[in-house]
Each structure stands twice: as C-alpha cells, then as structure tokens.
C-alpha cells in the first residue's frame, strides 16, 4: 500500500473532559505520550486500564463526511471542529483503518499503530450532539504507541514505515 498523508491538526487536555488546546508543535515522548496530554499525565478518563493511547489519531475524511451525513445513521449530520473529536492528531491521506499493527512516521518520530478506536457514548453528552456515537462506529480513529519520539508539527508529512 502506497499513501502519503499530512497532519493537520494536534490536541491536547491536561485532563478528561478538559477542552482540547490546539498547538502549533508538540513533543511526543516515546513510551508516555504528548508532553501536557492527559494520557502523557495519567489523567485520563483510560489511564489506569492498560492499553496503548499515547497518541490517537482521527483522519479528517470522517469528519468531512459526518458533516456531509455520510449514512452511517439515516438524517444524521454533525459538524465537528477539530478540537470536538478528543483524539490527538487529525489527519489527510493516511488510512488509519488499515494501519494496526504497522508503522509510520510523522516528521521525524515513528508510531506504531496498536487498535481502531472506539467511540465513548459520554462524547454526545459532552458535545450535545445526539447520534454521534453511532456516527463515529468503526472510524473514531487509531490508537499508537510512540517508538521514537520529538517534535512534530501540523503541515508534517505522513508516511509508512511497514507495508
């Protein structure tokens, strides 16, 4: 499989259902996480079941089509800014739903892709959009663990390691 993706966008909150914080360059650190994220702090609502979620990314694909109301529910459009979704990285061109278990770079670090990501119902109740877990079944993203870690930036290209 060839691809080449771009990060768009990187989030952080220093605890669960703290408002996500843009930022312009962000330091992964291998084996923790996103320096200020609240899975880096072990403030996360999922901090204490182990799991890989030292980053987790969204492609920007599927918010594009919820917007559009792409039908995974009949009728049901949402608009979400980067920042609602609560993963980490938002992204263009990567194909996350096919990377587990493979690896890829963004700017100079690599991550390894461990699972899909599942939706939390608690994301309606936050955003006050009704159907939006459903809307977000099997494309909420991907959950990696960080093997080499530095700085990245949005514009930073995207590019497998494996396959």
């Known amino acids: 499989m060839i691809w ?9 909150a220093p605890a669960a259902s703290y408002e996500m914080e843009e930022l312009m360059e962000a330091q992964l650190v ?5 320096v200020g ?5 072990g403030t996360g609502t999922y901090s204490a079941k182990p799991d890989v ?4 990314l969204i492609e ?5 089509a919820i917007a559009q109301g792409e039908p995974r529910i ?8 980067p920042e609602d979704h609560r993963r980490n990285l938002t992204t263009r061109g990567v194909p996350l739903g096919h990377l587990v278990g493979k690896r890829f770079r963004i700017g100079g670090t690599v991550l390894r892709a461990a699972r899909m990501n599942f939706p939390c119902k608690y994301i309606e109740q936050l955003l006050g959009i009704p159907g939006l877990y459903e809307g ?15 700085v990245i930036r949005p514009g930073d290209a995207i590019l497998p390691i494996d396959g």
């Open 136 to 150: 977000l079944l099997n494309r909420s993203g991907l959950n990696c663990a960080i093997e080499v870690g530095g």
């Open 53 to 56: 979620r030292e980053v987790t």
């Open 37 to 41: 994220d609240r899975y880096y702090l």
């Open 4 to 12: 080449q993706g771009t990060l768009l966008h990187i989030h952080v």
């Open 74 to 81: 009949p009728g049901f459009k949402a608009k979400l800014a």
């Open 30 to 34: 291998a084996g923790r996480g996103i």
């Open 60 to 64: 920007v694909e599927v918010l594009e």
